[in-house]
């Protein structure tokens, strides 16, 4: 279980959906992070997709997770940085 780094903070909430996103990237590591995701994580919304369950639960999750981006997203903005241009209804568009 070697290269993964240990979750905090905000990135403890995340953690599942990184594991996963590692998982898609990196085939030769793709074991070592979805045995994590298994024994730390196995009632994430997002293992519970994978297993074909937990819909309400996944949904929750990303309309939380488009909230935090937008709000990142704003941060971004009122410190003078440039952001793409997406309003909160625009990513809350098709889903």
């Given at each position: ?37 298994d ?47 997406a ?9």
């Amino acid at each position: 279980m070697i290269g993964f780094p240990a979750p905090r903070g905000l990135s403890l909430a995340l953690y599942p959906l990184m594991l996963l996103a590692a998982a898609a990237i990196d085939w030769q590591r793709a074991d070592t992070a979805m045995a994590l995701l298994d024994a730390l994580y196995a009632e994430s919304p997002y293992r519970l997709a994978l297993a074909g369950e937990g819909a309400e639960e996944f949904r929750l999750a990303e309309d939380s997770l488009r909230v935090l981006i937008v709000a990142g997203l704003r941060a971004v903005e009122g410190r003078g940085g440039v952001i793409l241009e997406a309003s909160e209804e625009e990513l809350r568009r098709d889903r």
